[in-house]
């Protein structure tokens, strides 16, 4: 089974011991709460884990090159790009096999070839290639950003970025998603809307 094999033995700042030790094992189905009080480490256990902090003592092994989606990890590069284009992204192996079936089809009017195209298209079709911008609107709506859909990320508020970085994250469908404190943003029926999301897509 792919899993984490985490070994921290400590993560220290000016001299001062921040986590550990830690030893765990977390498999790809597992579902798992971390809780206690303000200033423990919660958080900067996930930034170890999605290695945003990467000068801790110890290692993390990635059995089977499983995929995490951290919700700090998702940065606007170009903040001309409208909300939709943004988390139209997140699907990248769907964006690319778009483009380059736009190519071929500007190609193939030349040449008449078509066995590339042909086999592109059957995989796009089976990754949804048709329906991706659907799942973009269902899950901006069921965070409460769909009225933000067109605005440029420069025109989105602090809280509102949060919301759309949340989205961005849970539509690029990554194997371990860690979240932290997600819902400080989102109001109860979003609440009720990610619970579900999360049960129907990370069984």
């Known amino acids: 089974m792919r899993h984490l094999n985490i070994h921290i033995?400590?993560?220290?700042?000016d001299g001062n011991i921040i986590l550990g030790p830690i030893s765990l094992v977390l498999n790809e189905h597992d579902r798992i709460?971390?809780?206690g009080a303000n200033g423990i480490g919660k958080s900067t256990l996930l930034k170890i884990l999605s290695s945003e902090?990467?000068?801790f003592q110890g290692t993390i092994e990635n059995i089977g090159s499983l995929t995490l989606g951290y919700l700090e990890q998702i940065h606007f590069l170009d903040e001309s790009l409208t909300v939709?284009?943004?988390?139209?992204?997140?699907?990248?192996?769907v964006r690319t096999l778009e483009g380059r079936l736009h190519v071929l089809e500007e190609e193939m009017?030349?040449?008449?070839?078509?066995?590339e195209y042909t086999e592109l298209l059957e995989r796009f079709q089976a990754?949804?290639?048709?329906?991706?911008?659907?799942?973009?609107?269902?899950?901006?709506r069921g965070i409460g950003i769909f009225h933000l859909l067109d605005h440029t990320l420069a025109e989105v508020s602090g809280g509102e970025r949060t919301k759309v970085a949340l989205?961005?994250?849970l539509l690029s469908r990554p194997d371990f998603l860690l979240l932290d404190e997600p819902t400080n943003f989102i109001?109860?029926?979003s609440v009720e809307w990610l619970e579900h999301y999360l049960e129907e897509n990370w069984k």
Do not use: P
Request: net charge negative.
């Open 84 to 93: 939709r284009e943004d988390l139209a992204n997140a699907f990248t192996e």
């Open 53 to 55: 902090i990467r000068d």
């Open 9 to 13: 033995e400590h993560y220290e700042v």
């Open 109 to 115: 009017s030349l040449t008449g070839a078509y066995e």
């Open 187 to 189: 109001d109860l029926s």
């Open 167 to 169: 989205a961005k994250v």
């Open 33 to 35: 709460a971390i809780v």
């Open 127 to 140: 990754i949804d290639g048709y329906t991706y911008m659907h799942t973009v609107e269902r899950v901006a």
